[in-house]
């Protein structure tokens, strides 16, 4: 290992205290407290390649697809047999929409352990976008099995989709929520890859809950829109299930997303009146 001129490793056992500390930011939703402790390991040892997966995870955390891959990909470099860099950088190519490339990676990380709750959930997305629903569902429960952090998606028909965006929206109140009762609500499975790229940064597509189409020119009620095609809420069914374990985190998630754009639409909309 070479190190940079004038400077010292640390401590073994500073240097674990170092990794758990960033693993427990990470944890605990500050991925960017989790890149300045890593930085700091990985300024003393370059090629540390626990302090750069978890770089790496900290960077996709933070929505930064092309660096998050650059540095996974330093780590299975560094470490071939690195199951959990292989499934975070299937992960990230799943999130830019590269689906090939994201199944040989969950494959690759599967080979190496069996037990790798990241890649079964990884890959039952995967079967699930491609229609293989048993495929999925088999997935989805090795990863439940094997890690808390992945609840079994709970089955939601129609009317239960439609509450949840009720429940949504009157938490907004007023014009908001008259607004959204009042608007047509499509329900698809899964959104297209086009329509995740279309967002700055591109949305992931296993995150996007959904999203509102406007006519254009906008109008503010549904009901009297001239060019003739009404506003619709799209919302995607798969994607809500698999988050459906906590309402309350739903309910929310869908509330700072679809209610929040709405809010944002009608706002603009009255400023131009």
Known sequence: ????????????ATEADLLHQAETALVEGRPETTLEICRQVLSHVPDHADAMFLEAEALRDLRDAEEAEEVYRRVVQLDPA?????????T???EQGRLDEAGRCHARALRLRDDNADAYY????????????????????????LSERYPLPRALDDDAVRALLHEAATEAGGSVAAWIDATPVVILELPELETCEAY???ASPAELLGHVSYPSPPELSPAGAMSGFPP??????????????????LVHALRESVVAHVEEWLAASAIGE
């Open 232 to 249: 619709a809420i799209l919302l995607y069914r798969q994607n809500l299930e698999r988050y459906a374990d906590d309402r309350p985190q």
């Open 92 to 94: 990230v190519m799943f």
């Open 1 to 12: 290992m070479t190190m940079p001129p004038g400077s010292h490793a640390p401590d073994p």
């Open 82 to 90: 690195h199951s959990e860099a292989w499934s975070g950088l299937g």
């Open 122 to 145: 990884g890959r039952a997305m995967l079967r699930e976008r491609r229609g293989d629903v048993l495929g999925a569902h088999r997935d989805y429960v090795r990863a439940w099995r």
């Open 200 to 202: 700055e940064p591109p």
